[in-house]
Nanobody, 121 residues
Framework: QVQLVESGGGLVQPGGSLRLSCAASGSIFSINDMGWYRQVPGKLRELVAGITSGGSTNYADSVKGRFTISRDNAKNTVYLEMNSLKPEDTAVYYC???????????????WGQGTQVTVSS
């Protein structure tokens, strides 16, 4: 019913930048919180950054000052601008959206398919 499609991952050198995008489509009435998570093999998925429908944001301490999350509500899209990338930022990045479906009265969480970010020289 809802698809989240991510783009923008890839290989970048330390100190470089990448911009991730995640577009939601389907039977969407509204989207509440959106966020970006990341996961490396053998570890739990962790929150990187979140943003409410009103634009309030929160960040993991490890990315504060380097990453910026934003969203375009008209396009149902969330972005993650990543600057000053470090090797420890290497992970699969997933977007998440809490979606209220058309004809439903409550939200469901949806996940993107994941996009690989590799920071290496």
């Amino acid at each position: 019913q809802v698809q989240l499609v991510e783009s923008g991952g890839g290989l970048v050198q330390p100190g470089g930048s990448l911009r991730l995008s995640c577009a939601a489509s389907g039977s969407i009435f509204s989207i509440n919180d959106m966020g970006w998570y990341r996961q490396v093999p053998g570890k739990l998925r962790e929150l990187v950054a979140g943003i409410t429908s009103g634009g309030s944001t929160n960040y993991a301490d490890s990315v504060k000052g380097r990453f910026t999350i934003s969203r375009d509500n008209a396009k149902n899209t969330v972005y993650l601008e990543m600057n000053s990338l470090k090797p420890e930022d290497t992970a699969v990045y997933y977007c998440n959206a809490k979606v209220v479906l058309l004809g439903r009265g409550f939200e469901y969480p949806y996940w993107g398919q994941g996009t690989q970010v590799t920071v290496s020289s």
